[in-house]
Protein backbone atom coordinates (compact mmCIF):
# COMPACT_ATOMS: atom_id res chain seq x y z
CA UNK A 1 0.00 0.00 0.00
CA UNK A 2 2.61 2.20 0.93
CA UNK A 3 4.30 1.78 -2.38
CA UNK A 4 0.97 2.31 -4.71
CA UNK A 5 0.80 6.08 -1.86
CA UNK A 6 4.63 6.90 -3.24
CA UNK A 7 4.05 6.19 -6.72
CA UNK A 8 0.86 8.15 -6.72
CA UNK A 9 2.41 10.99 -5.37
CA UNK A 10 5.55 10.58 -7.24
CA UNK A 11 3.11 10.61 -10.86
CA UNK A 12 1.20 13.72 -9.55
CA UNK A 13 3.94 15.72 -8.38
CA UNK A 14 4.78 15.06 -12.03
CA UNK A 15 2.36 15.95 -13.66
CA UNK A 16 2.18 19.40 -11.88
CA UNK A 17 5.93 20.20 -13.03
CA UNK A 18 4.90 19.20 -16.52
CA UNK A 19 1.99 21.57 -16.22
CA UNK A 20 3.97 24.64 -15.17
CA UNK A 21 6.91 24.05 -17.51
CA UNK A 22 4.14 23.37 -20.55
CA UNK A 23 2.35 26.68 -18.74
CA UNK A 24 6.27 28.52 -18.89
CA UNK A 25 6.89 27.47 -22.20
CA UNK A 26 3.71 29.00 -23.93
CA UNK A 27 3.94 32.36 -22.37
CA UNK A 28 7.59 32.76 -23.25
CA UNK A 29 6.23 31.91 -26.66
CA UNK A 30 3.59 34.15 -26.38
CA UNK A 31 5.61 36.88 -25.22
CA UNK A 32 8.18 36.39 -28.09
CA UNK A 33 5.58 36.54 -30.20
CA UNK A 34 3.93 39.65 -28.94
CA UNK A 35 7.27 41.31 -29.43
CA UNK A 36 7.75 39.83 -32.77
CA UNK A 37 4.53 41.52 -33.75
CA UNK A 38 5.29 44.70 -32.24
CA UNK A 39 8.62 45.00 -34.30
CA UNK A 40 6.49 44.41 -37.31
CA UNK A 41 4.28 47.10 -36.16
CA UNK A 42 6.85 50.21 -36.16
CA UNK A 43 7.89 50.35 -39.69
CA UNK A 44 10.48 52.56 -39.38
CA UNK A 45 12.13 51.86 -35.95
CA UNK A 46 11.46 49.33 -33.00
CA UNK A 47 10.48 51.72 -29.65
CA UNK A 48 13.60 51.40 -27.87
CA UNK A 49 15.44 53.51 -30.57
CA UNK A 50 13.22 56.60 -29.03
CA UNK A 51 14.20 56.17 -25.31
CA UNK A 52 15.73 59.68 -25.32
CA UNK A 53 12.76 61.29 -26.94
CA UNK A 54 12.21 61.97 -23.13
CA UNK A 55 11.73 64.82 -20.42
CA UNK A 56 9.14 67.24 -18.91
CA UNK A 57 8.22 70.17 -20.74
CA UNK A 58 5.81 73.29 -20.26
CA UNK A 59 4.28 74.93 -23.15
CA UNK A 60 0.98 77.20 -23.40
CA UNK A 61 -2.53 76.31 -24.71
CA UNK A 62 -5.19 77.75 -26.79
CA UNK A 63 -6.28 79.11 -23.88
CA UNK A 64 -3.71 80.83 -23.10
CA UNK A 65 -2.63 78.51 -20.08
CA UNK A 66 0.63 76.81 -18.83
CA UNK A 67 0.73 73.13 -19.34
CA UNK A 68 2.92 70.44 -17.65
CA UNK A 69 3.70 67.05 -20.71
CA UNK A 70 2.15 65.15 -18.58
CA UNK A 71 -1.14 66.46 -19.15
CA UNK A 72 -0.58 67.37 -23.10
CA UNK A 73 0.16 63.49 -23.35
CA UNK A 74 -2.00 61.63 -21.05
CA UNK A 75 -3.41 59.78 -24.11
CA UNK A 76 -2.45 58.26 -27.18
CA UNK A 77 -1.15 60.52 -29.15
CA UNK A 78 -0.27 61.50 -32.15
CA UNK A 79 2.59 64.91 -32.63
CA UNK A 80 2.75 67.39 -35.77
CA UNK A 81 5.71 70.09 -35.31
CA UNK A 82 4.53 73.18 -37.66
CA UNK A 83 3.80 76.72 -37.95
CA UNK A 84 -0.21 78.29 -38.53
CA UNK A 85 1.32 80.49 -42.04
CA UNK A 86 2.82 77.22 -43.08
CA UNK A 87 1.91 77.52 -46.77
CA UNK A 88 1.08 74.12 -48.18
CA UNK A 89 2.91 70.81 -46.18
CA UNK A 90 1.54 71.28 -42.60
CA UNK A 91 -1.97 71.63 -43.65
CA UNK A 92 -1.33 68.78 -45.94
CA UNK A 93 0.51 66.67 -43.05
CA UNK A 94 -2.60 67.61 -40.40
CA UNK A 95 -4.97 66.65 -43.20
CA UNK A 96 -3.75 63.09 -43.42
CA UNK A 97 -3.24 63.39 -39.43
CA UNK A 98 -7.08 63.86 -39.06
CA UNK A 99 -8.07 60.78 -41.03
CA UNK A 100 -5.91 58.90 -39.08
CA UNK A 101 -7.67 59.57 -35.99
CA UNK A 102 -11.39 59.26 -38.10
CA UNK A 103 -9.77 56.10 -39.15
CA UNK A 104 -9.16 55.07 -35.97
CA UNK A 105 -12.55 56.06 -34.57
CA UNK A 106 -14.02 53.62 -36.43
CA UNK A 107 -11.94 50.90 -34.93
CA UNK A 108 -12.80 52.10 -31.35
CA UNK A 109 -9.32 53.49 -31.07
CA UNK A 110 -9.12 57.35 -29.66
CA UNK A 111 -5.79 58.88 -30.07
CA UNK A 112 -5.44 62.75 -29.52
CA UNK A 113 -3.95 64.83 -32.51
CA UNK A 114 -1.53 67.12 -31.31
CA UNK A 115 0.15 70.60 -32.89
CA UNK A 116 3.13 72.15 -31.51
CA UNK A 117 4.17 75.77 -33.38
CA UNK A 118 7.67 76.17 -34.18
CA UNK A 119 6.72 79.89 -34.59
CA UNK A 120 6.32 81.32 -31.62
CA UNK A 121 6.39 84.51 -32.08
CA UNK A 122 3.52 84.44 -34.68
CA UNK A 123 1.54 81.75 -33.43
CA UNK A 124 -0.79 83.00 -31.00
CA UNK A 125 -3.29 80.82 -28.46
CA UNK A 126 -6.24 82.38 -30.48
CA UNK A 127 -4.67 81.86 -33.44
CA UNK A 128 -3.68 78.58 -32.77
CA UNK A 129 -7.33 77.86 -31.69
CA UNK A 130 -8.57 78.65 -35.33
CA UNK A 131 -6.16 76.55 -36.97
CA UNK A 132 -6.73 73.84 -35.77
CA UNK A 133 -10.40 73.36 -34.87
CA UNK A 134 -10.31 73.61 -38.84
CA UNK A 135 -8.52 70.92 -39.23
CA UNK A 136 -9.61 68.79 -36.61
CA UNK A 137 -12.40 69.29 -33.63
CA UNK A 138 -10.34 67.39 -31.33
CA UNK A 139 -6.84 69.11 -32.43
CA UNK A 140 -5.34 70.94 -29.97
CA UNK A 141 -2.55 73.66 -30.52
CA UNK A 142 0.26 74.65 -28.40
CA UNK A 143 2.85 77.56 -28.01
CA UNK A 144 5.05 79.09 -25.39
CA UNK A 145 7.83 81.43 -24.99
CA UNK A 146 11.23 80.81 -27.51
CA UNK A 147 12.76 78.72 -24.79
CA UNK A 148 9.97 76.57 -24.00
CA UNK A 149 9.96 75.74 -27.87
CA UNK A 150 13.39 74.81 -28.21
CA UNK A 151 13.42 72.30 -24.73
CA UNK A 152 10.61 70.01 -26.21
CA UNK A 153 12.25 70.62 -29.63
CA UNK A 154 15.17 69.27 -28.07
CA UNK A 155 13.16 66.47 -26.61
CA UNK A 156 11.68 64.89 -30.19
CA UNK A 157 14.97 65.81 -32.54
CA UNK A 158 12.84 68.49 -34.28
CA UNK A 159 14.81 70.69 -36.92
CA UNK A 160 13.53 74.30 -37.49
CA UNK A 161 15.31 77.76 -39.04
CA UNK A 162 13.34 80.97 -39.08
CA UNK A 163 15.25 83.54 -41.48
CA UNK A 164 17.51 86.43 -39.89
CA UNK A 165 16.47 88.65 -42.10
CA UNK A 166 12.71 87.66 -41.53
CA UNK A 167 9.79 89.75 -42.90
CA UNK A 168 6.02 89.48 -41.41
CA UNK A 169 5.76 87.23 -44.54
CA UNK A 170 8.78 84.41 -43.71
CA UNK A 171 8.50 80.90 -44.12
CA UNK A 172 9.93 78.50 -41.40
CA UNK A 173 11.98 75.65 -42.60
CA UNK A 174 11.13 72.64 -40.48
CA UNK A 175 11.00 68.41 -40.36
CA UNK A 176 8.07 66.86 -40.64
CA UNK A 177 7.60 63.94 -38.77
CA UNK A 178 5.02 62.90 -36.64
CA UNK A 179 4.91 60.77 -33.74
CA UNK A 180 2.87 58.35 -31.75
CA UNK A 181 3.23 58.61 -27.56
CA UNK A 182 1.90 56.62 -25.60
CA UNK A 183 1.42 58.13 -21.95
CA UNK A 184 2.97 55.06 -20.30
CA UNK A 185 5.47 54.41 -23.16
CA UNK A 186 6.80 57.34 -24.76
CA UNK A 187 7.50 57.89 -28.45
CA UNK A 188 7.01 54.54 -30.18
CA UNK A 189 7.62 55.19 -33.77
CA UNK A 190 7.43 58.43 -36.06
CA UNK A 191 6.16 58.76 -39.40
CA UNK A 192 7.19 60.35 -42.11
CA UNK A 193 4.92 62.59 -45.28
CA UNK A 194 5.31 59.25 -47.54
CA UNK A 195 2.72 57.63 -45.35
CA UNK A 196 -0.93 57.55 -46.21
CA UNK A 197 -3.24 57.64 -43.36
CA UNK A 198 -4.47 54.01 -43.89
CA UNK A 199 -0.87 52.98 -43.30
CA UNK A 200 -0.30 54.98 -40.23
CA UNK A 201 -3.48 54.35 -38.78
CA UNK A 202 -3.26 50.69 -39.30
CA UNK A 203 0.39 50.82 -37.88
CA UNK A 204 -1.28 52.62 -34.44
CA UNK A 205 -3.75 49.71 -34.29
CA UNK A 206 -1.13 47.15 -34.74
CA UNK A 207 1.00 48.82 -31.42
CA UNK A 208 -1.69 49.17 -29.59
CA UNK A 209 -3.19 46.27 -29.75
CA UNK A 210 -0.18 44.18 -28.92
CA UNK A 211 1.19 46.80 -26.28
CA UNK A 212 -2.23 45.71 -24.83
CA UNK A 213 -1.45 41.64 -25.17
CA UNK A 214 1.92 42.56 -23.81
CA UNK A 215 0.58 44.09 -20.43
CA UNK A 216 -1.41 41.40 -20.17
CA UNK A 217 1.34 38.50 -19.98
CA UNK A 218 3.60 40.27 -18.22
Avoid: W
Avoid at 4 to 14: G, I, M
Avoid at 59 to 66: H, S
Avoid at 172 to 180: A, E, K, L
Wanted: negative net charge; charged residues 25%; glycine residues 4%.
Amino acid sequence: MMGRHNNSKFVAVSLSLLLCASLTIFLVSKRESVINELTECNLNSNASTFKSFQGDFYLIDEEGLKVSSHSILDSPSLLYFGYTYCPDICPFDLMRNSEVVELLDQENIKIKPLFISVDPARDSPTRLKDFTSFHHPNMIGFTGSEEQIDSVKNIYKVYSEIPDDSSKDYTVNHSTFSYFILPQDGVQTYFTRKENSQKIADTIKCIIENKGASRKIS
